[in-house]
């Protein structure tokens, strides 16, 4: 089953690019990597997902290094209202996504 | 992005009874529903995955005795907890998908039902 690897915690100062890295080194070549986070007492909320490819949405920007091992989230300009738990997922065996224990994100003023 | 509905977004029941949750695709089909939980400060961990028309399978540590899913319609699944306990106190979750590009599209889910067993 997948497995991700977070860091806990992480600080930004509102108005800064907070980038929250991932490590997914399980990864199969044909496994999208998902980003999500979740406000508390919320379900989920997605923000974007890529294969091979960096991306770039409305939300948010997502490198992902050439051997698939790991990704990079990047809020361009972080606000009070993105602080939030953020989880990067790939897929379970029936077409779930596996969440890890993801990154505490808080924005500061 | 699709519409889910889950309902209520919180209940408190007394130990013994069985509360029921909902969760409605408003905007699609829903051939498969996940449904996790969460349990404070930890991460969603799935509890079973339905296929309408089909019997749910339920992961390892999971009763399905205890937790009784039915998918009758493509647009709404139902989760009972049956003679819910303190310890079955927790954050459910519903995640309804289309099965079309599974894997290749992002799953979408339910603001999720605080169940509190006094």
Redesign the interface.
């Known amino acids: 089953d997948a497995k991700t690897t977070q860091p806990p915690s992480m600080d930004c100062a509102e108005g800064r690019a907070a980038n929250l890295p991932c490590n997914h080194s399980t990864i199969s070549g044909?496994?999208?990597v998902?980003w999500?986070r979740q406000i508390h007492?919320?379900?989920?909320?997605?923000i974007i997902?890529g294969l091979k490819n960096n991306e770039t949405n409305e939300m948010a920007s997502l490198i992902i290094t050439e051997d698939r091992k790991s990704s990079t989230l990047i809020l361009p300009h972080a606000t009070l209202r993105d602080t939030a738990v953020y989880?990067c997922t790939y897929?379970?065996s029936?077409?779930?996504?596996?969440?890890?224990?993801?990154t505490k994100l808080s924005v500061k003023p | 992005g699709a519409v889910v509905s889950q309902h209520p977004s919180w209940v408190i029941c007394k130990s013994g009874t069985s509360v029921k949750i909902e969760c409605r695709s408003l905007d699609f089909q829903a051939t498969t529903m996940f449904w996790y939980r969460q349990f404070p400060k930890q991460s969603l961990m799935l509890m079973a995955t339905s296929n309408e028309g089909s019997k749910a399978t339920y992961e390892q540590g999971v009763e399905k005795d205890k937790f009784l899913i039915n998918h009758a319609s493509l647009t709404l699944s139902t989760l009972t907890v049956t003679s819910a306990h303190p310890e079955d106190s927790s954050f459910y979750i519903c995640s309804p998908t289309s099965g079309a590009n599974l894997g290749r599209s992002p799953l979408h889910f339910g603001n999720g039902t605080r169940l509190t067993v006094t």
């Open positions: 044909n496994e999208y998902y999500y007492s919320q379900g989920p909320q997605y997902h989880y897929g379970g029936q077409g779930n996504l596996i969440f890890g224990k993801g």
